[in-house]
């Protein structure tokens, strides 16, 4: 498997992801990486919330969530547990 060049566009982390094609040294990917993509995400999943008339509790500490129906679980550390 080949490896492809990843950098972060906001924090300029970089780190490698497998890749079927073939890359070459000076190739790299501009993408966000997991901690600034919740960063981004997180406002705006907490104004989905909030007009879905749920807490905007996404992704705030804590370790407990009862809102079943809500969309964004998969995503959220306080569900972790409780799958
Ligand atoms: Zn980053």
Not at 17 to 24: A, M, Q, T
């Given at each position: 498997?080949?490896?492809?060049?990843?950098?972060c566009?906001?924090?300029?982390k970089?780190?490698q992801?497998?890749?079927?094609?073939?890359?070459?040294r000076?190739?790299?990917t501009s993408?966000?990486?997991?901690?600034?993509?919740?960063?981004?995400?997180t406002?705006?999943?907490?104004?989905?919330?909030?007009?879905?008339g749920?807490l905007?509790?996404?992704?705030?500490?804590?370790?407990?969530?009862?809102?079943f129906q809500?969309n964004?679980?998969?995503?959220?550390?306080?569900?972790k547990?409780?799958?």
């Open positions: 498997m080949n490896k492809m060049r990843v950098k566009i906001k924090c300029k970089e780190w992801k497998d890749s079927s094609l073939s890359w070459g000076e190739d790299i993408s966000l990486c997991d901690s600034c993509f919740r960063k981004t995400i406002p705006v999943i907490h104004r989905k919330q909030l007009y879905r749920h905007d509790c996404f992704d705030k500490p804590g370790n407990y969530c009862d809102e809500c964004y679980r998969k995503w959220c550390s306080r569900a547990e409780a799958a």
